[in-house]
């Protein structure tokens, strides 16, 4: 055989013998039609603890192929491998259900990085003492405008009314037709606990504002830690990871950790809007950008349009002034 001008030679000359593990990856990943569907109710160093449709609790890790898909508790996820409950076993979460709600913060209003706190979520407990901590607005107007946002129905449950009278509360969110239960340290919960009854319902609240003390009440066998609160009305934070609990007449209850603050930088002045209908045909004639908060800030903004109440009004600016960190005491 003539040899050839190596002069002449091109790419397509090279001859490479496949190594061993030179294989192309198949992208077709298994199915998993038969896995069992559960809920994770608990989110420890990488293993997750999980109910399956039938009550039966069981451990998992996250499958490879899942990669850092984000899994948090109150997700519907697909189990496959040993799900039996049985100590030392392991299964595996493969598939993760698409959300019908979302609870999400931020560290603080400039951080870009959000994170998911609860998942399917159907109401939001927002938890506010009356005294002994003081009520903070800002916070509350900070977690309704996170409710609306994620597809949460908003409630308040303002706590320790036998030390001070919830009527000057309650008027500030009068006109946002937010559902209240008000508490007490000597009675149970009976409204609330049949507000939450048979569906999936998240608590949140600062510390020493006595969620904790609820969640005992409304899950007896619950145990969760009750902090003191300090003189500064600060308590320590005494749950410190989310957990779901099963409420005894159905549902579950997802006691989040006390928190100091609530950043807003994921949301939107439309994403607030939207979740008022009697708005938001308005709002998309406003101009682009517009935060509709009004004169000076949005001079054109269009919900000065609507003849809905005036007072109603003030009260979604109040929410919208809250994401847009404009309010004086935010946390």
């Not at 506010?128 to 308040?156: H, N, S, W």
Request: hydrophobic residues 40%.
């Amino acid at each position: 055989m003539a040899r050839r001008d190596w002069r002449k030679l091109d790419e397509t000359d090279v001859r490479v013998r496949p190594g061993k593990g030179s294989r192309p990856r198949s992208k077709r990943r298994p199915e998993h039609a038969d896995a069992s569907t559960a809920m994770v109710i608990g989110v420890d160093r990488g293993r997750w603890t999980c109910a399956l449709d039938s009550d039966v609790v069981v451990t998992a890790m996250r499958a490879r192929e899942l990669g850092r898909t984000p899994v948090v508790v109150g997700d519907r996820v697909g189990l496959v491998g040993d799900t039996s409950g049985a100590p030392d076993t392991l299964a595996r979460i493969v598939r993760v259900e698409e959300r019908s709600s979302v609870l999400r913060r931020t560290a603080d209003d400039t951080d870009p990085f959000e994170r998911v706190v609860v998942a399917n979520a159907a109401t939001l407990v927002i938890v506010t003492a009356l005294a002994d901590p003081q009520p903070r607005t800002g916070f509350i107007d900070r977690c309704l405008v996170a409710a609306y946002a994620g597809g949460l129905e908003p409630l308040l449950c303002l706590t320790k009314s036998d030390l001070a009278s919830p009527d000057d509360l309650l008027a500030l969110y009068t006109e946002l037709d937010v559902p209240v239960v008000v508490t007490r340290f000597d009675e149970e919960p009976r409204e609330l606990e049949s507000r939450l009854n048979g569906r999936v319902s998240a608590l949140i609240g600062h510390s020493g504002v006595g969620k904790s003390t609820l969640v005992n009440k409304l899950v007896p066998d619950a145990n969760r830690a009750v902090g003191v609160v300090s003189g500064v009305g600060k308590g320590r934070h005494t749950s410190t990871q989310a957990v779901a609990l099963r409420l005894p007449a159905g549902g579950w209850a997802i006691d989040t950790p006390g928190i100091r603050s609530f950043g807003l930088a994921h949301i939107t002045p439309d994403d607030i809007v939207k979740a008022f209908p009697d708005f938001a045909e308005a709002a998309e004639e406003c101009p682009s950008g517009c935060g509709h908060l009004g004169a000076p800030e949005d001079p054109d903004c269009m919900l000065d349009e609507v003849t809905t109440s005036a007072g109603r009004l003030a009260s979604l600016r109040r929410l919208l002034s809250s994401r847009a960190g404009l309010d004086e005491h935010p946390d």
